[in-house]
């Protein structure tokens, strides 16, 4: 009987003798693979999680109010408003933008908003990103929707945003559908296909539709390595801006290729970020390729890596505590004519004494900030102000092509009982702006005001397009109904005792017009105060004591600035102005202007900045200075040339 070999027998079908010799390795278990379903479901609950964390982190930290009053746009409901949209390339993407904007009526609103905007960002990165390169790229393409929301929050509509995630989006579907088919053909098909499709895309999309050919180019040269595909989307991104042109008539260069892309006109920082969003992507893109080579040719090391990670989450941090900082900043003019549109003047004045800005947007809101707290003729003073009072009513044609302006004119010339002008700018406003809330009330307002009911209805019913604004509409029109001349609203019956009662033609000065004010409301006490300021910033001393008889009309005792201007008019002419007695004049006030007098006796010989410097803190916030500089301590640092002393207004 044959002895049978240890380890012999039949092999198994299919199988292999192990050779002698060499170790068997036992075979491991298998453990059921995970269904696909868990892990898109752990996805999900991630992404839902974060979306729960951002908003809760957003909704203390974002003003929705200021961005409304900030970026106003348009939106009514129906296809008459979007026809308007409809002729010029880009109109659907404004029209979008415009709808999103009016989230910001409601701060719930807003909040969910940005944060689905910001989640779209970061989906649509991570995804561009992660077809160049293999990896997660979950914290890399964070920092797009930072970048995002700080622009969003103060210094960027979203116009300038929804076409570029638009485009980025189209790319991040060509891609995906590019790599999809495995056969040849199926593939160029798609690419045919896509290159048809961007026409329409470049119509609704204005310069959104740069990126999504400069991200398809940078795949087909870089992933797919077909540059004669790279070389259509180029070729398409050339050719097809300048051919819809002649369909959609566009000018110059500018509107056919980048309308929708912000110019670069705010500060360094803010041109950083702006660049950075927009080059954030194809950049991105194209460093995570050359970093994909680098490191298939050379294992980086771990220190490099953790370094490159400790690098990218200081970015992150510096980003959230930019977010966080712009945020929390009330400073500026900007931020007060927020805070005066929402009727908190107090807080705007704040805001306005923070930068040292001594341009008209910024005095003009001073004395209309300091106007509604009845502090001018206290405190104008204090805040930054040069030998002009072009400032107070805002008159230079400069300024008229600015929106914002005209409504700025149509508030003051309201207050100051010039209802035809202050609907002038409505107009102009409604022209410029567009049928924003605050633009529709105003018309309707003016309107009611000039015994026209029946059109301030047609403003009041669109209204009622406009999405969250029914119901205040509806309100309107009860009003309306029950009083056409809606004498209980309390803006109404302020007015129209101030109303002019005649008509004037002509290009008038400040004075007169603020005369013309005060003629036909002699208890006008804006337009009285506005002619006195005026006759203080251009150092009229005539029309200063023209005028002084008539304080004791509004001021039961003299306003510090007006003590200061009378104890200068007597330096000048030897007796205060008429109407005004010396015991008007507090003491300390008189024994405060003896010691300016003394130090400036001391120093008006010498250089202009010698004075400024002995003057200046203990005096710049005087009448008595400003007099003899032309301009307040107050503001932008001493200037020799726009400081130097006036002779004229030196005191004896």
């Given at each position: 009987m044959k002895q049978r070999k240890p380890g012999g027998g039949k092999r198994a079908r299919g199988g292999r003798q192990p050779a002698r010799g060499t170790p068997v390795r036992p075979v491991e278990p298998r453990l059921p693979a995970p269904e696909a379903g868990a892990g898109q479901g752990r996805t999900a609950w991630r992404i839902l999680l974060a979306a729960a964390l951002l908003y809760g982190g957003l909704w203390p930290l974002v003003n929705v109010a200021f961005l409304a009053h900030r970026?106003?746009?348009?939106?009514?409901?129906?296809?008459?408003?979007?026809?308007?949209?409809?002729?010029?390339?880009?109109?659907?993407?404004?029209?979008?933008?415009?709808?999103?904007?009016?989230?910001?009526?409601?701060?719930?609103?807003?909040?969910?908003?940005?944060?689905?905007?910001?989640?779209?960002?970061?989906?649509?990165?991570?995804?561009?990103?992660?077809?160049?390169?293999?990896?997660s790229h979950n914290w890399p393409a964070a920092a797009f929707p930072l970048i995002l929301l700080i622009l969003a929050s103060r210094h960027l509509s979203v116009t300038y945003i929804l076409p570029m995630l638009g485009g980025l989006a189209a790319a991040w579907s060509y891609m995906a559908l590019r790599e999809k088919p495995h056969n040849r053909w199926a593939q160029s098909t798609v690419a045919v296909l896509f290159l048809f499709v961007s026409i329409p895309l470049y119509y609704c999309l204005a310069s959104g539709f740069l990126y999504l050919c400069l991200m398809c180019a940078l795949f087909e040269m870089l992933i797919r390595r077909q540059p004669l595909w790279s070389l259509a989307w180029i070729a398409f991104g050339a050719a097809v801006p300048y051919g819809v042109s002649y369909l959609y008539y566009e000018p110059d260069i500018a509107a056919r290729y980048l309308r929708w892309l912000a110019p670069p006109e705010?500060?360094?920082?803010?041109?950083?970020?702006?660049?950075?969003?927009?080059?954030?992507?194809?950049?991105?893109?194209?460093?995570a390729f050359l970093l994909r080579g680098f490191s298939a040719r050379a294992r980086l090391g771990l220190h490099f890596r953790r370094a490159a990670q400790a690098a990218g989450f200081a970015v992150l941090a510096l980003l959230v505590w930019r977010l966080v900082a712009l945020n929390l900043d009330k400073s500026g003019w900007i931020y007060a004519d927020y805070l005066l549109d929402d009727g908190r003047p107090q807080?705007?004045?704040?805001?306005?004494?923070?930068?040292?800005d001594d341009s008209d947007p910024v005095r003009f809101l001073t004395f209309y900030a300091l106007a509604r707290t009845g502090r001018l003729h206290w405190e104008m003073f204090r805040y930054p102000q040069r030998a002009s009072s072009d400032a107070l009513l805002?008159?230079?044609?400069?300024?008229?092509?600015?929106?914002?302006?005209?409504?700025?004119?149509?508030?003051?010339?309201?207050?100051?009982?010039?209802?035809?002008?202050?609907?002038?700018?409505?107009?102009?406003?409604?022209?410029?702006?567009?049928?924003?809330?605050?633009?529709?009330?105003?018309?309707?307002?003016?309107?009611i005001l000039n015994g026209n009911p029946d059109t301030a209805r047609t403003f009041v019913r669109a209204l009622a397009k406009v999405p969250f604004r029914a119901a205040r509409a509806r309100q309107y029109l009860s009003a309306l109904d029950r009083d056409p001349s809606l004498r209980t609203d309390p803006l109404v019956a302020r007015t129209r005792p101030l109303m002019l009662t005649r008509n004037y033609v002509g290009d008038f000065t400040t004075e007169q017009i603020l005369d013309q004010s005060l003629e036909a409301s002699p208890s006008n006490?804006?337009?009285?105060?506005?002619?006195?300021?005026?006759?203080?910033?251009?150092?009229?001393?005539?029309?200063?004591?023209?005028?002084?008889?008539?304080?004791?009309?509004?001021?039961?005792?003299?306003?510090?600035?007006?003590?200061?201007?009378?104890?200068?008019?007597?330096?000048?002419?030897?007796?205060?102005?008429?109407?005004?007695?010396?015991?008007?004049?507090?003491?300390?006030?008189?024994?405060?202007?003896?010691?300016?007098?003394?130090?400036?006796?001391?120093?008006?010989?010498?250089?202009?900045?010698?004075?400024?410097?002995?003057?200046?803190?203990?005096?710049?916030?005087?009448?008595?200075?400003?007099?003899?500089?032309?301009?307040t301590a107050a503001g932008p640092p001493f200037d020799a040339r726009a400081a130097a002393p006036k002779g004229a207004g030196s005191p004896r």
């Open positions: 970026f106003p746009a348009p939106f009514l409901t129906g296809m008459a408003f979007y026809r308007r949209y409809s002729t010029i390339v880009g109109g659907p993407a404004e029209y979008s933008a415009n709808f999103f904007s009016q989230t910001y009526s409601r701060h719930w609103a807003g909040v969910l908003a940005l944060t689905l905007l910001a989640l779209a960002a970061w989906a649509i990165a991570r995804g561009l990103l992660r077809r160049f390169s293999p990896g705010f500060d360094a920082v803010t041109n950083v970020l702006l660049a950075a969003m927009y080059l954030f992507v194809p950049a991105g893109a194209a460093a807080e705007a004045l704040a805001s306005l004494a923070q930068p040292p805002l008159r230079d044609t400069v300024w008229d092509t600015y929106s914002t302006v005209a409504d700025w004119r149509s508030d003051l010339y309201l207050e100051l009982g010039r209802v035809n002008e202050s609907q002038r700018w409505a107009h102009e406003a409604l022209a410029m702006e567009g049928e924003t809330p605050r633009v529709l009330e105003r018309v309707a307002l003016v309107n006490r804006m337009a009285f105060e506005y002619l006195l300021a005026h006759y203080l910033l251009t150092f009229d001393m005539e029309g200063f004591a023209r005028l002084a008889p008539r304080l004791k009309d509004f001021y039961p005792h003299l306003p510090a600035h007006i003590e200061e201007a009378s104890l200068g008019f007597r330096n000048l002419h030897g007796s205060l102005p008429p109407g005004i007695d010396e015991s008007a004049i507090l003491p300390q006030t008189q024994a405060r202007f003896q010691r300016f007098v003394q130090i400036w006796t001391r120093v008006q010989n010498g250089p202009a900045e010698e004075a400024w410097k002995a003057l200046a803190p203990g005096f710049g916030g005087t009448y008595w200075f400003f007099y003899i500089f032309g301009r």
